[in-house]
């Protein structure tokens, strides 16, 4: 099974701040990997696909960018919406597979 | 719009089969997609459960397969999650979701339902 593994587990960021998450996969899954946003009480959110194709409806201030084994996901310019539990996950490889998360903080 | 919707039994004893169903609403789910089920213990992160597609072919987790059941009912626009055997680690919010055409991620998803395993 591929280990998706997010860093940092809480980043702590002022609004209008940039914020950059990581994560890293314990083999290639190419350009196969998908984030997600999870507010509290409610169900996950696409934001990326393909590493780096924004799903629909969702800000240009979000970006996602690499491959192979390293990733990350770039909010530009932080909302106080987008204070939320970020996941990434892998599709390249059975069985599917969630990194940890990354909680964004307000500072 | 495509709408996700699971119900099921709160509370579940140890041992016993937990059943859980996902009413799509706004797509015929015999129309095509894949469908999933994912879980998310108290406070934790994600865990792929496993996918059906349509036609009923299934996907799933090795580490729950000797457990688990997914099956689709065209007629009724939903589709059903067996897990047996639970115990407290499957204490978990149950969420259902599309996965997308054609690869393995998610783009919809219901809202989630708590499920405890308590005597």
């Known amino acids: 099974e591929v280990v998706m593994t997010q860093s940092p587990a809480t980043l702590s960021v002022s ?31 696409l934001l990326i696909y393909a590493a780096s194709t924004r799903a629909a409806n969702i800000p240009a201030r979000f970006s996602g960018s690499g491959s192979g084994t390293e990733f990350t996901l770039t909010i530009s310019s932080l909302q106080s919406e987008d204070f939320a539990v970020y996941y990434c996950q892998q599709y390249n490889n059975w069985p599917l597979t969630f990194g940890g998360g990354t909680k964004v903080e307000i500072k | 719009q495509v709408q996700l919707q699971e119900s099921g039994p709160g509370l579940v004893k140890p041992s016993e089969t937990l059943s859980l169903t996902c009413v799509v609403s ?17 406070g934790k992160g994600l865990e792929w459960i496993g996918t059906m597609s349509h036609g009923g072919n299934t996907y799933y987790n090795p580490s729950l397969k000797s457990r688990v059941a997914m099956s689709i009912d065209t007629s009724k626009n939903h589709f059903s999650l067996r897990l047996s055997s639970m115990t407290a680690a499957d204490t978990a919010v149950y969420y259902c979701a599309r996965r997308s055409l054609p690869e393995n991620y998610f783009d919809r998803w219901g809202q989630g339902t708590l499920v405890t395993v308590s005597s």
């Open chain 2, 26 to 42: 706004g797509y015929s789910i015999s129309s095509g997609y894949y469908w999933g089920w994912i879980r998310q213990p108290p």
């Open chain 1, 15 to 45: 609004p209008g701040e940039r914020a950059t998450l990581s994560c890293r996969a314990s083999q290639s899954v190419n350009s196969i990997l998908a984030w997600y946003q999870q507010k509290p009480g409610q169900a996950p959110r």
